[in-house]
């Protein structure tokens, strides 16, 4: 899979929110470091995203704040 973005980060995911149409995803980095991201529930059930989960958040570099 070719992707563009170039921040990745790994990390585990400690809170997740969901809504009606999207949900707020949050990881945090062994480093204790925080990346919250917006997702749509749909993305949610594909990734089978779940607090404790192992994840990489893969983020383009403008969507950095």
Do not use: C, H, W, Y
Request: avoid cysteine; charged fraction near 20%; hydrophobic fraction near 40%.
């Amino acid at each position: 899979m070719k992707i563009s973005a170039r921040n990745q980060f790994k990390g585990t995911v400690t809170s997740l929110k969901e809504g009606p149409i999207s949900a707020e995803v949050e990881l945090t980095t062994a480093g204790g470091d925080r990346v919250v991201a917006t997702v749509t529930d749909q993305s949610v059930r594909n990734l089978g995203l779940a607090t404790g989960k192992e994840v990489v958040a893969l983020v383009k570099a403008p969507s950095v704040f």
